[in-house]
């Protein structure tokens, strides 16, 4: 299987007899004119557009297909993208096991509209799949080869009934499979199973709550940089208050910090510094107050720049009504929140030129909140902004608990 990045050689050219034989390296893909770029010789070289039916492997790749697929890719195969851990609105090709972020998928739908006709896959170009059916029986292929990924939207096709009857045994038997593959959706997704009983924002039947279960499922799946398992674990553990069964504050903030350090996470350092703002968790502070941490944390986020989510590709190629699979719409909701709550610590400490900085920062990127406490300390400064009184500082501790679809 020919895909971006692997070296190909060259057969039976005819307007460039010259390269045949010659091997080559993919650098991309135009589903457009359904060739690759190859680049033939030295670096700098350009490339050379070719049909897929003009490429071979070399000999020591010939058995690329058979190769078993332990994780889904980690970045789109078309345009080679980075892929979020949480897999969201990422579209996976069944029949080869490739990823391909949402503005490629959307480019090649509107290709086949435009020509009135189906486009094969851009990788082992083979024809979409006819029904359900058909996916499934390629995705029993797949999963056979250790593919995380198919094992993960078997068990969802199992647990939901999508293409047979119902079938929780066989839907855990593959969301296992996924787990021991390291699958960071799957992780993601049987946490939610255990503790509300959906899977992708559906009821299954016969499910047992077990909040433990969950809270190690989200751990793991965090510990990957799911984001979203991140804020269904700090949710689970701070969010019922002292008198829950799963209140554990020191484990949420060791969760919340790895997210911040290591994955470098802007939901995780905002959620850290409404933690030491003493806005977040509802039933009181779980660690003693501290402006400086605050600001810290906020900062990061804050501080992102802004242009790569005004301006996302992904968003401005996505069919209307789904969501970018980079999450900027809640991005950009971080960045705005703690930029108001910059806002709010330096007008408290009488910095009036950088409340204002942060104000307009928020405001630009969207904050608009009528629904929080006001706090008339600082709302003479801030009304200035916007010729209106404005209100207190803000937690996203009030958002709603991340989405069980795999969107």
């Not at 070289?45 to 690329?64: F, G, H, Q, T, W």
């Amino acid at each position: 299987m020919i895909v971006v990045g692997c070296r190909v050689i060259a057969q039976g050219l005819v307007g460039r007899a010259d390269l045949n034989d010659q091997e080559g390296l993919v650098i991309s893909y135009s589903p457009e004119k359904g060739r690759f770029g190859v680049r033939f010789g030295e670096a700098d070289e350009a490339s050379v557009n070719v049909k897929p039916i003009n490429l071979r492997l070399p000999e020591d790749e010939s058995d690329y297909n058979s190769r078993p697929e332990s994780n889904p890719r980690d970045e789109c195969g078309i345009c080679l993208t980075e892929l979020p851990a949480m897999g969201q609105q990422c579209f996976y090709q069944a029949c080869c096991g490739k990823m391909v972020c949402i503005a490629c998928k959307h480019s090649m739908s509107t290709q086949g509209a435009e020509q009135r006709k189906s486009v094969p896959c851009a990788f082992c170009r083979a024809p979409p799949e006819a029904d359900l059916y058909e996916r499934m029986q390629r995705l029993e292929s797949r999963a056979a080869k250790n593919d995380s990924r198919a094992h993960f939207e078997l068990a969802g096709y199992y647990f939901l009934g999508r293409a047979s009857r119902v079938d929780v045994d066989m839907g855990v038997t593959h969301v296992n499979a996924a787990l021991d593959l390291g699958c960071a959706q799957a992780q993601f997704h049987y946490g939610m199973f255990y503790q509300n009983g959906c899977w992708a924002g559906t009821h299954v039947p016969g499910v047992r709550i077990d909040l433990a279960r969950a809270a190690d499922l989200y751990t793991l799946a965090a510990e990957q940089g799911h984001d979203h398992a991140g804020m269904n674990l700090q949710l689970m553990l701070l969010g019922g208050g002292p008198g829950s069964a799963a209140w554990d504050p020191g484990r949420a903030m060791g969760m919340l910090h790895r997210l911040a350090e290591e994955h470098h996470s802007t939901y995780a350092h905002h959620r850290l510094g409404c933690i030491y703002h003493g806005l977040w968790p509802p039933s009181g502070p779980v660690v003693e107050k501290s402006a400086k941490q605050a600001i810290s944390h906020y900062r990061v986020t804050a501080e992102m720049p802004i242009e790569s989510l005004l301006n996302c590709p992904a968003c401005k190629a996505k069919p209307l009504g789904m969501l970018c699979p980079f999450d900027c719409t809640s991005k950009l909701g971080q960045v705005s929140e703690s930029s108001y709550n910059l806002a709010c610590l330096a007008a408290v400490a009488g910095a009036q030129d950088e409340a204002l900085e942060w104000l307009a920062k928020a405001v630009a990127t969207g904050f608009n909140k009528p629904d929080v406490a006001f706090l008339p300390a600082f709302d003479a400064l801030l009304k200035k902004m916007r010729g209106k009184k404005r209100t207190g500082p803000k937690s996203r501790a009030t958002t709603s608990r991340a989405s069980g679809a795999d969107q």
